[in-house]
Each structure stands twice: as C-alpha cells, then as structure tokens.
C-alpha cells in the first residue's frame, strides 16, 4: 500500500486542524495504520493508532482528550483530527501503516509503510 498524508497548515493555538491520509491499493482494511510526528531535533514519536476494522483506537498521552484517529476502510482513507492545539503539537505528521502489527500502538520501526510528511505548526 502507498500512503500519501495532506491537511497540514499553520494553526494558532487552541486551534484545530485535521489530518487526512489517502492509501493506494485493495488490502488497506488488511493494515493498522497510525500517526506519527517528528519534530526538530527529536525522535519521531507515536501519535495514535487505529485497528484494521477501525473498532480499537490507542492515543499517546498528549495526544488523548484532544485527538481523534477513524478510518473509512471504502474510501481508503485514515484521518487525524486534532483539537485544543498547543506549540508542541508543532511538528510533521506522518500517517503510517503495517499488515503485520498486532496492536494499535508502537514504535516507527515496527511499521513498514510511511506517507510522505505534512507539516503542523502552532503559533502561540
């Protein structure tokens, strides 16, 4: 599957701004698929994750309360929707997926399809 994220921007803070990535090919439903972030300087960094079927869902903490990851397995698509946006939030957002995952959470190296990146900025 090829991914391909978009939605990204210039938010203030306590913004919102949702994320949206597009997939390729007909065994999307057959991947867990997440959101990741990296910000300068820092390790990318697990956002929220999403079942095959899309009934299970995992969140960071910083990201719980205030995120919200869903699928629409017919469109192919998975989304990010983020509330209450803070400087820190400020980062490139990566929607990334794998057929093999057992969980909705983990690590960047357990994952082996990666969108390209948009970037998120929150100005204060």
């Known amino acids: 599957v090829q991914l391909q994220a978009y939605g990204g921007g210039l938010v203030q803070v306590g913004g919102s701004l949702g994320l949206s990535c597009a997939a390729s090919g007909r065994t999307f439903r057959d991947y867990v698929m997440a959101w990741f972030r990296q910000a300068p300087g820092k390790e990318r960094e697990f956002v929220a994750g999403?079942?095959?079927?899309?009934?299970?869902?995992d969140y960071a903490d910083s990201a719980k309360g205030r995120f919200t990851i869903y699928r629409d397995n017919a469109r192919n698509a998975v989304c990010l929707q983020m509330h209450n946006l803070r400087p820190e939030d400020t980062a490139v957002y990566y929607c990334a997926g794998d057929r093999f995952q057992r969980g909705t959470r983990g690590s960047s190296s357990e994952f082996t399809h990666w969108g390209q990146g948009t970037q998120v900025t929150v100005s204060s």
């Open positions: 999403i079942s095959r079927g899309g009934g299970s869902t």
